[in-house]
């Protein structure tokens, strides 16, 4: 998976409560991109960053906030997790933008 | 509204015999196609990518094309193995910036021996 993991892979939480999800990468890559993959949809962008602090929204974003302080780690939190936040989470990583897109492994959360 | 439509939806087809997957996009600007495989519970892994002046370009048994006039991609595998077996995923993107990926639904492809 190109360097990059994900943590937790699996979580189950309650609504409302606060949950965090982490990417971490060992490539360098500039950018990094937070997703999340439903059933009947394709992926979906949720925030991006474009290097250290600064990060911006994608189509997705409500409900969600994230936090670059180094390069390898790219954090997405739920501020109050709810049952629609229900997901499989993709982080990915590339050089640039229209460089290749390189996928982690994942995080299913369900939310009850 | 921008849309990437994939067809068909699901295929099987039996192990060595070639296949053709259907990419149809409405999405602008347009920045470049991408093609990615992802296997069941893993995150997608890119096949290929092309920019407006590219109409053809392989990575071993997968070849993609893309006609930019007609707005459609298509990926052909030949030879399929049982390892093909996937979601593949149709992606254009609308910008420099990676930020605009506007992703299909993806062809479900069973190959069975």
């Known amino acids: 998976d190109a360097g990059i993991t994900q943590s937790p892979r699996h979580k189950v939480t309650e609504t409302g409560t606060p949950v965090t999800l982490r990417c971490h990468q060992t490539?360098?890559?500039?950018?990094m991109y937070w997703y999340r993959q439903d059933p009947g949809h394709g992926l979906r962008l949720i925030h991006y960053s474009y290097g250290v602090k600064d990060t911006d929204k994608g189509e997705v974003s409500d409900g969600y906030s994230v936090s670059r302080s180094k390069t390898e780690d790219f954090l997405l939190t739920l501020e109050s997790a709810t049952s629609s936040q229900t997901s499989v989470y993709f982080c990915a990583i590339s050089e640039s933008g229209v460089k290749t897109q390189y996928f982690g492994p994942g995080t299913r959360l369900l939310v009850l | 509204k921008n849309q990437v439509e994939q067809s068909p939806q699901s295929l099987i087809i039996l192990e060595g015999k070639n296949c053709t997957l259907q990419?149809?996009?409405?999405?602008?600007?347009?920045?470049?196609l991408r093609w990615y495989k992802q296997d069941t519970g893993r995150g997608p892994v890119s096949l290929t990518i092309m920019t407006f002046s590219e109409n053809t370009k392989s990575n071993g048994r997968y070849t993609a094309t893309l006609d930019a006039d007609t707005k459609q991609s298509s990926l052909h595998i030949t030879a399929s193995q049982l390892s093909d077996s996937a979601s593949y995923i149709c992606v254009v993107s609308g910008n420099q910036a990676g930020t605009a990926l506007i992703f299909g639904k993806g062809t479900t492809l069973s190959v069975s021996s």
């Open positions: 990419c149809n996009y409405t999405v602008s600007p347009f920045s470049n």
């Open positions: 490539e360098n890559h500039r950018y």
